[in-house]
């Protein structure tokens, strides 16, 4: 599996992005496809994902910080899961990373950078104030 980003950018608070995830190869609806950012100096954090379960099947997790903010979508047609981000702030700014993992469905794991097998390489966001 690969897994592509791209989207990201520089902007002012306030502003919008909209982050992409094309997963390459293998069987994409099985796949959990998380979002993760990560500041200088600071450990990697989860920021949505889009779980899916052989057992319950799909659903949506969202990191306090950014619920009513950033929208995760997947297109199953074209192997894609964005990340809408809107009213970006400062604190945001981060390299932001997606990844893939199978079987990932409870929330303290989907939110588990550990868990996931495959990383993209990373698109970055600058937010300024």
């Known amino acids: 599996v690969q897994l592509i980003e791209s989207g990201g950018g520089f902007v002012q608070a306030g502003a919008s992005l909209r982050l992409s995830c094309a997963v390459v190869g293998r069987t994409f609806r099985t796949y959990t496809i998380g979002w993760f950012r990560q500041a200088p100096g600071k450990e990697r954090e989860f920021v949505a994902a889009?779980?899916?379960?052989?057992?319950?099947?799909?659903?949506?997790h969202y990191a306090d910080n950014v619920k009513g903010r950033f929208t995760i979508e997947r297109d199953y047609n074209k192997n894609d899961v964005s990340l809408q981000m809107n009213s970006l702030k400062p604190e945001d700014t981060a390299v932001y990373y997606c990844?893939?993992?199978?079987?990932?469905?409870?929330?303290?794991?989907?939110?588990?950078?550990?868990?996931?097998?495959?990383w993209g390489q990373g698109t970055e966001v600058s937010v300024s104030s």
């Open positions: 990844a893939a993992g199978l079987d990932l469905q409870a929330s303290d794991i989907v939110t588990d950078p550990k868990k996931y097998t495959y």
């Open positions: 889009s779980s899916w379960s052989s057992w319950t099947g799909g659903r949506i």
